[in-house]
């Protein structure tokens, strides 16, 4: 968990990924968390359920992808319905970017933390509103998931 980095957007791919190429990039970098994956057909229902963009000439772009790693990650505590509902209200506050950018941050920082990693979680951004409040709580619901599975997968080694 030391060196567990969420691509931040200006690293994503903007190449345009197929399906394939997609989900096997997400799973590699949430591999370290160990617990939580993204399959092909998941990722076709999010496009489904309008959570994701379709794909341009079958490709996924950094939006989509910085989308889709933040579903991969808070569907383990909500459901996609609320996910929906935060992805909306956050379109009309911050750009895809910084609000990608903002969850890796708020994601690594609360990781650490739990992890012992630091000594306490730091404020990340300056602003404070419901949305932000919402998706805090969220983040650390999965950072405590995480680590429990961490936990109980060491527990499970000889």
Do not use: W
């Amino acid at each position: 968990m030391q060196n567990f980095h969420l691509p931040r957007f200006a690293e994503l791919p903007d190449v345009g990924l197929y399906l394939e190429q997609t989900t096997k990039y997400i799973n590699q970098a949430l591999k370290p968390l160990g617990c939580v994956s993204i399959t092909n057909s998941m990722l076709r229902n999010y496009v489904k359920q309008g959570l994701v963009t379709n794909p341009v000439r079958k490709q996924y772009y950094a939006p989509q992808i910085a989308r889709l790693v933040c579903i991969t990650l808070l569907k383990q505590v909500t459901p996609l319905e609320h996910i929906g509902k935060l992805f909306t209200r956050q379109q009309g506050l911050y750009s895809d970017e910084v609000a990608y950018n903002y969850f890796c941050s708020e994601m690594e920082n609360v990781l650490y933390y739990r992890f012992g990693l630091k000594d306490r979680a730091e404020p990340v951004g300056t602003t404070s509103t419901i949305e932000k409040e919402m998706l805090q709580s969220a983040i650390t619901a999965v950072s405590h998931i995480i680590y429990l599975n961490a936990c109980f997968q060491q527990l499970s080694e000889p």
